[in-house]
């Protein structure tokens, strides 16, 4: 059974970085893309980052290009996302998936078929 568990989630000042991790476990882990998207409340869920299997292809959402960085750790079966320059309009529950069975890299949320339980950042003005 495919299995992602985030943390690393708190509270940050404006202008200050957090990193985020994502382990994954089960089948499929080494050769699957994985994402970060990121939910509000009432909002829908938005894409913030993407990366390949082998990490050699990453996609980011435009609000937050230049300012976090997605990584991978296949030895370690984590993927990180490191956030920085954060912002009060950051402030969400942070979802890590995995991407649907034979997809290299996506970026729309009905491209992943396993999520994890969320981790909320809050960003302090």
């Known amino acids: 059974q495919v299995r992602v568990v985030e943390s690393g989630g708190g509270l940050v000042q404006a202008g200050g970085s957090l990193t985020l991790s994502c382990v994954a476990s089960?089948?499929?882990?080494?050769?699957?893309?994985m994402g970060w998207f990121r939910q509000g409340t009432g909002a829908e869920r938005e894409f913030v980052a993407a990366i390949s299997w082998s990490g050699s292809a990453t996609e980011y959402g435009d609000s937050v290009k230049g300012r976090f960085t997605i990584s991978r750790d296949n030895g370690k079966n984590t993927v990180y996302l490191l956030m920085n320059k954060l912002r009060p309009e950051d402030k969400d529950v942070y979802f890590c998936a995995m991407a649907s069975d034979g997809l290299t890299i996506a970026t729309l949320t009905r491209e992943y078929d396993t999520w994890g339980q969320g981790t909320q950042v809050t960003v302090s003005s």
């Open positions: 089960g089948p499929r882990v080494s050769y699957s893309g």
